[in-house]
């Protein structure tokens, strides 16, 4: 304790004329169980009232958070600055549009990649309000749950230096979702639907194996194992043709 | 109530077999088998070829033994045309990842170098969630592109010298003989092999370690258990040492800078009947 | 001139009610867009954990559930504060809104049979689930149930609902315009004609026309600054309507407290803690609960557990902190194993957030604002009092579903009931409407917006909006909290009136049109003021206790004078608002005992028939528009003696 932490942030609004990007630092006394969000925050009562960042559950789990700490793609409001050395320094996250400061437009990536994959249950059966539920095993629910738990933060892709080079590449949270709805038996996709959907080089094929999307997804999804499943799906698959 | 699911008609989700997405699917899934397999299938040969070349370390006999062997049934002749044949499939395909501009290879490492503080989960102890440093396996990535354009380059000149020994042999000469590759080794060439080395041993150690992850990764494999990335570090980090010291060793005796050390070993063996 | 987009429905807001009821418009081929502050699945409804509540009574401590007994729960849960007849239809289709998400994708957690050990109070039990239910949707315990029937995916629930929702959403083509603020209705003679919107991008001020306006903005919690709630939710919804100065806003004094919010971050952590054997101490480390409710303890309900908390500290027993008073919560008898387990969620928001060990060390907790039983005052089908073509649903709304207490799990299943039940009078009253793309009178609003904008850029040497937006804050968490005194409340009535003055005055600094949050904030401020002297005020009148609206010096219920609902208006915005009050509904079971809560109870003057002939009448003079079924048509009446 006692320790005065000082920021490095990076600043630009692209909005405002002649203004160009660059770093300014602000100092702050750091108080018990201080984290970044409440650092930010009071930074913009007190310092830089025109600060832009995002937050809105700060509570780790609506996925608006993630900024570049110390270089590390995160989530803001579930780091501490106790973890961190004395000099933070935050970036936004590189790939997504910059919206001024730290904010970035993950929203827009995300709609456009829950439609490439078409992320919704593929059924050709209408919803019969007056009866039963379909059955499904326990454990499939949790299968599917274990996938469904990103927040789309957007942090695997703004660690993975592929999808920063080529564009159209799902990256992990594309992968991941399509292992989602891969695992459910209610999509009725069939084998050559998946096969045309992710059998390529924007697909599962675009990964090169960087891992830097395991390494930092705060909520620790098994994303390496989602894609390995998914190549050895898809070999299976051809191979049975 | 019930909501339509009625949007996307029959026509989009029937395909049929040869339909464009199809095809381009496939042909993904192929250049990514290609080049997976040609690469472990190197790095297996690099394994194979190591044993041979190594043998010189129980002395030049063995050395000209395995070679004439080889040669003889004009294994060495197929496996040549086989290796080249491999080896520029392999760089073909799998350079396909490396990205053309400049810009977009700069962006890469950069960003190897920005990102930091992976937690790594695999290979740490909950003391902290945050540990700062590089994201290794990107680097190593860069570092695996690297080497494989030294490899394409001091490999072609190496397999070009080779080949020319193989084909005096088949046209009569004397092949490939622990006399003439200790000359060579000795009058210089040393510096291009420890550089081919190197690169061969970090470029395939990487790779297979790549490869591992990219598709068995979760899987439970008999005796290994859940294969994992901390398992697949560790394997790919004891065959990179190993390999690097057998072949530094096989280096140095070829160049005439240590006697075999397991010549007496052999001749004891043998019992000095050769 | 400004950019006018038309469409047929404009819902604004992207939870799970808004999105739902979008979808309900969208499949029958009407043009939806959707407004909202942050993408879709950033919305709040993705932080509900426990789960939603419906009768499906698969699960063996669910066995015999029916709509009926969760009608019960809901109405004795609301101090009968609510509209029964909303309930029925509420409680009716809550299993049909569960089986339908999990026809489009909802992972839910589903019953596996066999015996299995669970904590109950605390102890190991062992019960032994239904062979034949194996593969249904299973359920968990809520508090206030007299069943399970909380339906659950592991402990993100409100995340995989809404996600699946979204996916619906993009599957229907909806456009999504996302970083867009609704500042202000379009209406005209009692018509909603769309509304006045800001982008948070470039700042751009547009008009959206539409046939049917639809409010689905969540909670207001965030007024209270100290909320378990999103940041987002400062109340820009339910001001919309108050703006209008014609719709009501309903019970906004009916401010739910959850016991264990973490300090200093305000996040929620679970009832379970409590539930499993967790203990509250106090500065001295002393287990105070036992002293006040020797019964119950720990797990007396939530709004008793809050108070008694709220009262130690009062006596000095607080713990300070550099982020104010709190107690302290203690696991750490429960074992890691446990802990790192079955309230592995509650571990990793003590590491991550507070950088707690709760194997080790106390969690710091106070009773936090939790959520918002008021808002925006709509008859049956979602319509608001006296606009027509204006809709609110969700949160945002007073659909009067619970009183003056939700119980958990009842309000995500809200939203997707009444998405599904509103939605579809939405999408029925936009198919006959026909769209009035008045141009003057969207230039007309817009200009009013841009003026303002203009004048918080050039007031000078005003107010700070964040030193405001505190002192409202402060004043509330002060005065209007779980225990409320009259003499507080009239303080904070008064000082809240004078900051409703200041907030014209209110000065931004930084003069950039496009995503500057000082300006997004200064341009809430009014809103915030304003709704939370309506918070202020609706208590200081209420001269009873209900629910989880605590008087100290009036501690009955009193069903005599007060078996009534708020509503407030606001119609000149210079001069103090208007309260008046209207019969909760049709009452069917005569309110009586909750059950737990303790209190006293005055009983109702006249008698229920009395009561309930009065309702139509008051009703609509107060300006409810006529819903589309005749009132009553669901209810069976008096189904519920059939359970007692
Ligand atoms: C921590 C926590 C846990 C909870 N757990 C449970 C639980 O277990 N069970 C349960 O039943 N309930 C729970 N609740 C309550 C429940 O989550 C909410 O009541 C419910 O999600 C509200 O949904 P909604 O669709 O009405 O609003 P929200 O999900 O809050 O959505 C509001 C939307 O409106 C948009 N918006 C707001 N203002 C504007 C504007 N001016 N212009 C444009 N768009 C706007 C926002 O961007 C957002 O998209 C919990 C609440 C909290 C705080
Ligand atoms: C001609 C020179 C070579 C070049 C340019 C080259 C290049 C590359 C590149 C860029 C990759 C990464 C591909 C990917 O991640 O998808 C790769 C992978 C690999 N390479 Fe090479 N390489 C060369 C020679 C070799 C040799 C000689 C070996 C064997 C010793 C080898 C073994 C491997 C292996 C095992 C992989 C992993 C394949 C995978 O991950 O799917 N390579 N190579
Ligand atoms: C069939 C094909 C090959 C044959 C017959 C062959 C043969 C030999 C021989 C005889 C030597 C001893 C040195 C010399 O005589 O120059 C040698 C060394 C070496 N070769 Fe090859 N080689 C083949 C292919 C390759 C390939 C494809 C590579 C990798 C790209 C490679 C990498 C090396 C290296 C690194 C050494 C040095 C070994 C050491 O460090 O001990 N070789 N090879
Ligand atoms: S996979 Fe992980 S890192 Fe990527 S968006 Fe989802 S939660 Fe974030
Ligand atoms: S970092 Fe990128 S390359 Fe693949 S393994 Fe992760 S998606
Ligand atoms: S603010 Fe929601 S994850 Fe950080």
Redesign the interface.
């Known amino acids: 304790m006692g320790r005065t932490l000082t920021f490095k942030i990076f600043r630009y609004n692209p909005n405002k004329d002649n203004d160009s990007p660059q770093v300014e630092s602000y100092q702050m006394e750091e108080t018990q169980r201080l984290n970044v969000f409440t650092a930010l925050n009071t930074l913009r009562e007190t310092q830089a009232s025109d600060l832009m960042f995002d937050f809105v559950c700060r509570a780790g789990i609506c996925g608006s958070c993630g900024m570049m700490i110390n270089g590390r793609p995160t989530l803001a409001c579930r780091t501490l600055t106790s973890d961190l050395p004395e000099t933070i320094e935050l970036y936004p996250l590189p790939f997504f549009k910059l919206l001024g400061d730290l904010s970035v437009d993950t929203g827009i990536w995300f709609r456009e990649m829950a439609e490439k994959v078409e992320s919704w249950i593929h059924t050709q059966e209408e919803f019969d309000p007056q009866a039963t539920e379909e059955r499904m095993d326990n454990d499939i629910a949790n299968k599917i749950y274990e996938a469904e738990r990103c927040i789309e933060c957007g942090c695997c892709l703004a660690g993975c230096a592929t999808v920063q080079v080529y564009p159209d590449f799902l990256g992990a949270a594309g992968l991941n979702r399509i292992g989602r709805l891969m695992n459910d038996p209610r999509d009725q996709r069939g084998d050559q639907e998946w096969f045309e959907l992710v059998s390529t080089e924007s697909g599962v094929f675009g990964c090169i194996g960087m891992m830097a999307c395991d390494d930092v997804c705060p909520k620790d999804l098994p994303l390496l194992e989602v894609f390995s499943y998914i190549r050895r799906k898809l070999s299976k698959i051809e191979l049975s043709k | 109530?019930?909501?339509?699911?009625e949007?996307?008609p029959e026509e989009e989700?029937h395909?049929n077999?040869a339909?464009d997405?199809?095809q381009?699917?496939?042909k993904?899934?192929r250049?990514?088998?290609i080049s997976g397999f040609t690469g472990v299938f190197l790095a297996l040969f690099m394994w194979g070829h190591m044993l041979f070349v190594s043998s010189i370390l129980t002395g030049e006999q063995t050395f000209n033994f395995i070679a004439d062997l080889f040669e003889h049934t004009w294994l060495a002749q197929i496996t040549i045309i086989l290796i080249t044949i491999v080896f520029f499939v392999h760089f073909v395909t799998a350079s396909r990842?490396i990205?053309r501009g400049l810009r977009?290879r700069k962006?890469?490492i950069k960003?190897?170098k920005?990102?930091?503080?992976?937690?790594?989960?695999w290979n740490q102890e909950i003391t902290?969630?945050?540990r700062?440093r590089n994201?290794s396996?990107?680097i190593l990535?860069i570092w695996q592109v690297r080497s494989g354009m030294a490899i394409l380059i001091l490999g072609s000149i190496h397999l070009f010298i080779v080949g020319t020994d193989i084909l005096q042999r088949s046209l009569g000469g004397a092949g490939i003989t622990a006399l003439e590759s200790t000359g060579r080794v000795g009058s210089g060439l040393w510096l291009l092999y420890v550089a081919l080395l190197i690169c061969v041993e970090f470029h395939a150690g990487v790779g297979l370690y790549?490869f591992a992850?990219?598709?068995?990764?979760?899987?439970q494999l008999p005796l290994v258990g859940k294969v994992t990335?901390r398992k697949t570090h560790l394997v790919e980090q004891f065959i990179l040492i190993f390999f690097i010291i057998i072949g530094i060793v096989t280096l140095a005796v070829l160049a005439g800078l240590i006697d075999p050390p397991l010549e007496s070993l052999m001749a004891d063996v043998l019992g000095n009947s050769i | 001139m400004s950019k006018i987009i038309t469409t047929d429905v404009l819902v604004i807001g992207a939870g799970l009610a808004g999105e739902r009821a979008a979808i309900a418009s969208a499949s029958k081929g009407l043009n939806v867009i959707i407004l909202s502050l942050v993408p879709p699945r950033r919305s709040h409804s993705s932080a509900a954990q426990g789960g939603m509540q419906a009768s499906l009574g698969n699960s063996a401590k669910g066995k015999g559930d029916n709509p009926t007994i969760h009608w019960l729960d809901t109405v004795k849960g609301s101090d009968w504060g609510a509209d029964q007849e909303v309930v029925r239809i509420f409680a009716d289709n809550a299993p049909i809104a569960m089986r339908e998400m999990a026809h489009y994708g909802v992972p839910w957690n589903r019953v596996e049979g066999g015996p299995r050990d669970v904590y109950i109070k605390g102890k190991k039990t062992t019960i032994v689930e239904d062979d034949e239910k194996e593969g249904l949707i299973t359920a968990r315990d809520f508090g206030g149930t007299a069943k399970w029937r909380t339906c659950y995916t592991a402990d993100g629930t409100g995340h995989t609902v809404l996600y699946t929702m979204d996916n619906l959403v993009v599957q229907h083509g909806i456009t999504v315009h996302d970083r867009m603020e609704a500042i202000r209705l379009i209406h005209h003679d009692g018509k909603c004609l769309g509304a006045v919107v800001r982008s948070l991008r470039d700042g751009e001020i547009m008009a959206y026309m539409s046939k049917s306006t639809v409010i689905a903005t969540g909670g207001y919690g965030r007024i209270y600054g100290e909320s378990t709630n999103a940041i987002i939710n400062e109340g820009s919804g339910s001001w919309l309507a108050l703006q209008t100065g014609v719709v009501p806003l309903a019970n906004m004094e009916a401010v739910q407290f959850h016991p264990t919010g973490i300090v200093p971050t305000d996040i929620l952590v679970t009832e379970g803690c409590r539930g499993d054997g967790g203990l509250l101490l106090d500065v001295d480390e002393y287990r105070f609960m036992p002293d006040y409710e020797p019964e119950k303890q720990e797990l007396a309900s939530r709004d008793v557990v809050s108070r008694r908390m709220k009262e130690h500290m009062l006596k000095g027993k607080g713990v300070q902190s550099p982020y104010g008073e709190h107690l302290w919560l203690d696991l750490r008898h429960l074992g890691e194993e446990h802990l790192k387990t079955k309230l592995r969620e509650v571990y990793d928001i003590c590491m991550h957030f507070i950088g707690v060990n709760p194997i080790k060390e106390f969690i710091p907790v106070r009773p936090t604002q939790h959520y918002s039983m008021g808002g925006i005052r709509v008859n049956k089908d979602g319509h608001a009092y006296n606009m027509e073509g204006l809709f609110a649903l969700g949160e945002v709304s007073c659909w009067d579903l619970h009183g003056f207490n939700r119980l958990g799990g009842n309000s995500l299943a809200e939203t997707v009931v009444a998405g599904m039940v509103v939605g579809e009078k939405i999408a029925k009253y936009a198919s006959k409407a026909s769209l009035v793309a008045d141009v003057g009178l969207a230039e007309e609003f817009t200009k009013t917006e841009k003026d303002k904008i203009a004048r918080l850029f050039n007031n000078r040497n005003g107010e700070n909006v964040y030193k405001l937006r505190n002192e409202i804050a402060s004043l509330l968490t002060t005065h209007v909290h779980i225990f409320r005194f009259g003499e507080g409340l009239e303080k904070a009535v008064d000082c809240l009136k004078n900051i409703v003055k200041r907030t014209e005055n209110v000065q931004v600094k930084t003069k950039v049109l496009g995503m500057n949050p000082e300006l997004s904030s200064a341009l809430r401020l009014e809103g915030m003021a304003k709704q939370a002297l309506l918070i202020a005020e609706g208590a200081l009148r209420r001269t009873e206790s209900r629910g989880a609206h605590s008087r100290e010096d009036y501690p009955d219920r009193d069903d005599a004078n007060w078996l009534s609902r708020t509503l407030a208006r606001w119609p000149d915005p210079k001069e103090d608002p208007i309260f008046t009050y209207e019969p909760v509904g049709v009452l069917d079971l005569p309110p009586g005992d909750r059950g737990y809560g303790g209190g006293q109870q005055i009983s109702i003057k006249e008698t229920i028939e009395e009561y309930n002939a009065n309702v139509d009448i008051v009703q609509k003079a107060e300006g409810r528009l006529d819903p589309s079924e005749p009132t009553g048509s669901r209810l069976p009446k008096e189904r519920w003696k059939e359970v007692q």
Do not use: C, F
């Open positions: 109530m019930p909501i339509n699911t949007l996307y989700t395909h077999q339909s997405a199809y381009k699917a496939k993904a899934l250049d990514e088998r990842k990205p977009d962006k890469i960003l190897g920005s990102i930091k503080g992976s937690k790594n989960r902290s969630d945050i700062l994201h396996e990107t990535w790549r992850v990219k598709w068995w990764i979760g899987k990335r």
